[in-house]
């Protein structure tokens, strides 16, 4: 699989294969993360990872609670509200791994350098052959000061993409993307 194919290939899958994702194979796609470009090569990404089922499912059953108490009328996240309250509903999508890239105040812009990483570490897992979705409703918990100082999280590092990770369990349609919208093109 070339770079193109990947790109054109690789889809947020929510349906993942109750196979484990080996050590090795997730150290490997940290790596390949870790080689995403950066502000001033600042490289400020910190990476933690979480292959325990009954804490992700205990980070999972907090993070709905959390978001719950924000909705509000006309919220952008009343449309979930029915989702969250499903005690089935699982927000990692019962993935056997995640990691959540941190950024650490090294960079005037972490934001983007840590979404430059986590592109980076998708692609490549899409090439070995693992799936992944980006699950921004947990950006909460990993921000979490309480849930920072449980997992040495240091307090100035801020969760930036959290990344649910695994084999996918069937094929996932391709969805229908818009062409580039571009606004100006001179010379």
Same mark, same amino acid.
């Given at each position: 699989?070339?770079?193109?194919?990947?790109?054109? =290939?690789?889809?947020?899958?929510?349906?993942?294969?109750?196979? &484990?994702?080996?050590?090795?194979?997730?150290? $490997?796609?940290?790596? !390949? !993360? !870790?080689?995403?470009?950066?502000?001033?090569?600042?490289?400020?990404?910190?990476?933690?990872?979480?292959? /325990?089922? !009954?804490?992700?499912?205990? #980070?999972?059953?907090?993070?709905?609670?959390?978001?719950?108490? =924000?909705?509000?009328?006309?919220?952008?996240?009343?449309?979930?509200?029915?989702?969250?309250? /499903?005690?089935? #509903?699982?927000?990692?999508?019962? +993935?056997? @791994?995640?990691?959540?890239? #941190?950024?650490?105040?090294?960079? &005037?812009?972490?934001?983007? /350098?840590?979404?430059?990483?986590?592109?980076?570490?998708?692609? +490549?897992? *899409?090439?070995?052959?693992? @799936?992944?979705?980006?699950?921004?409703?947990?950006?909460?918990?990993?921000? $979490?000061? =309480?849930?920072?100082?449980?997992?040495?999280?240091? =307090? $100035?590092?801020?969760?930036? @993409?959290?990344?649910?990770?695994? #084999?996918?369990?069937?094929?996932?349609?391709?969805?229908?993307?818009?062409?580039? @919208?571009?606004?100006? *093109?001179?010379?």
């Amino acid at each position: 699989m070339n770079v193109s194919e990947a790109i054109a =290939t690789r889809r947020s899958v929510r349906a993942y294969a109750a196979r &484990p994702v080996e050590r090795a194979v997730i150290e $490997d796609l940290l790596s !390949a !993360a !870790a080689l995403a470009p950066s502000a001033m090569n600042t490289q400020p990404w910190a990476f933690g990872v979480i292959q /325990d089922a !009954a804490r992700l499912q205990a #980070y999972s059953d907090s993070t709905k609670a959390a978001l719950l108490t =924000t909705i509000t009328p006309g919220s952008p996240l009343e449309r979930y509200r029915e989702m969250l309250t /499903d005690p089935e #509903y699982h927000i990692f999508y019962h +993935a056997p @791994a995640l990691v959540v890239i #941190y950024g650490t105040p090294a960079s &005037p812009c972490p934001q983007n /350098d840590c979404s430059l990483a986590a592109m980076t570490l998708m692609l +490549a897992a *899409w090439e070995q052959g693992l @799936a992944s979705c980006w699950i921004g409703f947990a950006l909460s918990v990993f921000n $979490d000061p =309480t849930i920072k100082a449980e997992l040495g999280v240091p =307090t $100035d590092y801020t969760a930036v @993409a959290p990344l649910i990770l695994g #084999y996918p369990a069937s094929e996932t349609p391709v969805p229908e993307k818009n062409p580039p @919208a571009i606004l100006f *093109w001179e010379g």
